[in-house]
């Protein structure tokens, strides 16, 4: 086996024996993204150099004694996560030269732990998009088929996780932006409870409902990367000041006697059968184990997509209202006027689905109609929170499919981006009610592209989608496989 082909889990044991060093675990993944992101292109920024230098010093620091657990793994991370001194564009024209002078908390744990980032890679712009085709320099490729989505709006972490370029990354999730690509792409994705990890450093698209996570190959790897970020962090308002629970610990417990609750509502009309299938084992999986399957209704489910495109857009409209040429980013070269530079910097520097939710956004919380569909929409987010804690007191945790269908064609929906917010219909709702999920790779279509099964807990029982994730994992037990690309 290949160094880049090792698990985080297998790269400490290798790390630890002196078997490995981190300079060769991380110059075979740079070898692995040059030989395969041509087809691949999950990676904007490759940062070679200062990765390697970030390797030597994580050998330097396992010769003096004990060590992190995550010194000297190499990771991506997606393009919208600050790193100081490394380019951050967002995927997009208008952040293309952005250098930022810091490093988001997150970034900032993973290096004081030893961690050597890889570089920056793809997304959809500002996070706005669910197959990274919104990306304003390339469109990252699914490695399992060539030429179908990546998913997103974090296609390029799942797909650089996925195709071998490295063990794991950084993503975001504002609705499913980790679990559907991890979905899409055959990886594990967490989206965690919202306040559980720093949002500080993150360039923000919906305050209320961003969240940063890992994406990782096997869940032991994702409760390792989230012990790795998690915890309170004063530099974010929405930080919650409670004890993380341990994750690693959690993977031996097993299911028996845990409540699992299958909601009506995510499989209804649209979801193909070969999802189904994939989900119906993975329920038998758990059963087998010995948890309890427990049929229960979410009944506002059918209002989560409306919620969500109204919340989301609105808080973008003013989040994005910064990027006007003056302060930095992008600037239109040239205008007789202020408002004619207001105006070219923001037709010229957003790519259009970012124009089409601002002004969705801009329209929602416009004089007149405030009442009707921003707070309207608010007072509905109550509701499915509530549907939620109804539901938690019946199980422990959720099982449903992630995305409706495997991944499709690139540019099969381009003049349909109706039937593109429509398949985030199973992901919106745990952002909207700030509660963790997890996308557990569950099996493939005849096509050979990769299907996940969704696992959504009560807020800040991450420990319990752990539990139900690796017992899902080993239930299941896929037979080794890697992507046909190469």
Not at 79 to 91: A, E, M, P, S, V
Not at 150 to 171: D, F, I, N, R, T
Not at 172 to 177: E, F, P
Request: net charge negative; charged share 20%; with cysteine.
């Amino acid at each position: 086996m290949k160094p880049y082909e090792l698990t985080i889990a297998q790269a400490r044991e290798q790390l630890a024996s002196g078997g490995l060093t981190s300079r060769e675990l991380t110059q075979s993944c740079l070898d692995r993204v040059a030989a395969v992101d041509g087809k691949i292109k999950a990676f904007l920024t490759v940062t070679s150099e200062q990765a390697l230098e970030q390797a030597d010093e994580a050998d330097r620091l396992r010769t003096r004694g004990a060590v992190a657990p995550l010194c000297g793994i190499p990771l991506s991370v997606k393009d919208l996560i600050c790193t100081k001194g490394i380019t951050t564009t967002c995927g997009s024209r208008m952040l293309e030269n952005f250098v930022p002078p810091y490093d988001a908390t997150v970034i900032q744990r993973l290096k004081d732990q030893g961690v050597v980032i890889l570089g920056k890679v793809a997304m959809d712009e500002f996070a706005m998009g669910s197959s990274s085709e919104n990306c304003a320099f390339q469109v990252p490729e699914n490695p399992w088929k060539s030429g179908f989505v990546s998913g997103g709006s974090s296609g390029g972490s799942a797909a650089s996780v996925a195709a071998l370029e490295c063990p794991a990354s950084l993503g975001s999730d504002t609705g499913g932006s980790i679990r559907q690509p991890a979905s899409l792409c055959g990886v594990v994705g967490m989206k965690p409870t919202y306040g559980l990890v720093s949002r500080y450093g993150l360039v923000a698209f919906a305050s209320s409902l961003d969240q940063i996570g890992p994406l990782t190959r096997v869940v032991s790897d994702c409760a390792l990367l989230m012990d790795g970020i998690c915890g309170y962090d004063p530099l974010d308002s929405t930080s919650v000041q409670r004890p993380p629970a341990p994750l690693m610990a959690a993977l031996t417990e097993g299911v028996r006697g845990m409540r699992v609750g299958v909601p009506k509502e995510y499989f209804g009309a649209g979801l193909d059968p070969e999802v189904q299938a994939v989900v119906n084992r993975g329920i038998e999986a758990l059963k087998d184990a010995g948890a309890t399957i427990i049929d229960i209704s979410l009944p506002y489910t059918d209002y989560c997509v409306a919620v969500y495109y109204l919340i989301a857009t609105a808080e973008a409209s003013s989040n994005l209202a910064r990027y006007d040429g003056v302060g930095y980013g992008f600037r239109a070269p040239k205008a007789d006027s202020l408002l004619e530079m207001y105006r070219e910097t923001r037709s010229l520097g957003f790519g259009p689905e970012v124009k089409r939710r601002i002004l969705i956004g801009t329209y929602a919380l416009s004089a007149g109609y405030y009442d009707a569909y921003y707070k309207k929409a608010s007072q509905v987010r109550t509701l499915i929170l509530e549907d939620f804690k109804r539901a938690f007191g019946l199980c422990d945790i959720l099982i449903s499919p992630v995305v409706p269908t495997p991944a499709w064609k690139i540019g099969e929906m381009a003049d349909d981006p109706l039937s593109v917010y429509l398949s985030d219909i199973l992901t919106i709702s745990a952002n909207l009610a700030g509660i963790p999920g997890m996308s557990v790779p569950g099996g493939f279509s005849r096509q050979g592209l990769p299907i996940g099964i969704q696992l959504q807990g009560p807020h800040f029982r991450e420990d319990v989608l752990i539990r139900a994730g690796y017992t899902l994992e080993r239930g299941l037990n896929l037979p080794p496989q890697r992507p046909p690309m190469d």
